[in-house]
């Protein structure tokens, strides 16, 4: 006979149907999105004609209540645009050590430019240490690089999905705003936050000169993000966009689908959230991992694995069986493992993601 478990894993080989918590960037557009691309009116976006990207661009702006938007392939690249557009090449860029943008970006900020980063330390909330950030601001003497820029993260990542709230990107920013520096946000899912707090999007925007946020990731558009600022500063990421060989033509086709991204998809993030903290409480129950599950605040969560003697384990087994159990991981090279809820993961998807590794883990 075969237990629920064996039935499940049979089931996920036979429909090819992983369960996949590498990432949010892995979900599909929606019907919805499927029908609208369809549909989408197009013009050539380069010179500006394109209506569907038009009408994405200024509801982006109306929702983070920002004088204008910038629709741009992807979170990489519209963050570098905003250290194009803010940043004098070689003006030093100050960024948590845990940054996507100061570890993920392919170096962007040394390679496009010409900027040193100073990386300063982040706090398990996913903060900055106030202090060193506090004595990092240079440029009065000669010798020195001049501050020319402070990025924030929100939620933070590599912290495990933290969200730093309106007052806390307040309390970082005003080192830099003290200096007239401007502070940009890399809020890839900074929906995420402002449902976890729930505050408009906005009220979180309200606290930099630029945001960046992603529409590809829980918000399940098949590709695009949103870069916005004032219009002058649009303006101008607008030409960094075209240097990057980011001008796309009709590129209503994708836009309509982040429109309805943003339409539709921004309040049932919540239901990723559940899913997150669901998954949270289920691994803490098994001894041989280890996770905090009071810090789980939005859809990303880290646990590690414990060897008998209490310490950190090797990841690599477990990440290695769920995969075999149709169950899709992150390894991380720090020795931890994510998991990502998103679109398309259910409830029950979580209970069978436990039980598959409480199994490997008591085999
Ligand atoms: N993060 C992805 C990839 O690194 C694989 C992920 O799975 O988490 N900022 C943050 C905070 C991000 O997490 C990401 C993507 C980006 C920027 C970059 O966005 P894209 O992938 O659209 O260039």
């Known amino acids: 006979m075969t237990s629920s478990y064996e039935a499940r894993v049979g089931a996920l080989a036979q429909t090819g149907r992983a369960i996949d918590l590498r990432s949010d960037t892995v979900t599909h557009p929606t019907p919805a999105m499927r029908e609208a691309m369809y549909h989408a009116e197009v013009g050539d976006d380069v010179y500006g004609e394109d209506p569907t990207v038009n009408r994405l661009e200024a509801l982006a702006a109306e929702r ?40 993920y970006e392919v170096g962007g900020a040394a390679r496009l430019n010409g900027s040193p980063v100073r990386p300063i330390p982040n706090l398990a909330d996913g903060s900055l240490d106030r202090a060193v950030l506090a004595r990092a601001f240079l440029g009065d003497d000669v010798h020195e690089a001049r501050t020319g820029l402070l990025c924030l993260e929100d939620t933070q990542n590599m912290c495990g999905g933290r969200v730093l709230s309106p007052e806390t990107l307040r309390e970082l920013a005003t080192p830099a705003h003290a200096r007239g520096l401007p502070v940009h946000l890399d809020g890839a899912r900074l929906f995420n936050a402002a449902v976890a707090l729930g505050l408009p999007v906005r009220a979180l925007a309200a606290e930099v000169e630029s945001v960046m946020c992603c529409l590809s990731k829980g918000l399940a558009a098949p590709v695009g993000s949103i870069l916005a600022g004032s219009t002058a500063f649009i303006d101008e990421a607008r030409r960094g966009r075209k240097l990057l060989g980011g001008g796309m033509r009709q590129a209503g086709i994708l836009a309509a689908a982040g429109i309805v991204a943003l339409t539709d998809m921004v309040e049932r993030l919540a239901e990723d ?37 209490g310490q950190p384990a090797d990841t690599t087994p477990l990440v290695t069986a769920a995969a075999q159990a149709g169950i899709l991981l992150s390894g991380g090279d720090d020795g931890r493992i994510r998991a990502v809820t998103h679109h398309g993961i259910t409830a029950a998807d979580i209970e069978a993601v436990l039980v598959a590794i409480r199994r490997i883990q008591e085999a």
């Open 273 to 309: 959230h559940t899913h997150a903290k669901q998954l949270a409480d289920g691994l803490a129950e098994i001894p041989s991992l280890a996770i905090a599950p009071e810090t789980v605040e939005t859809n990303i969560l880290f646990f590690g694995v414990r060897g008998e003697d």
């Open 64 to 103: 983070l209540g920002k004088e204008a938007a910038l629709f741009v392939p992807t979170g990489t690249m519209g963050n570098a645009i905003a250290l194009l557009t803010h940043c004098r090449r070689g003006d030093e860029i100050l960024i948590g050590a845990r940054a996507h943008m100061y570890l």
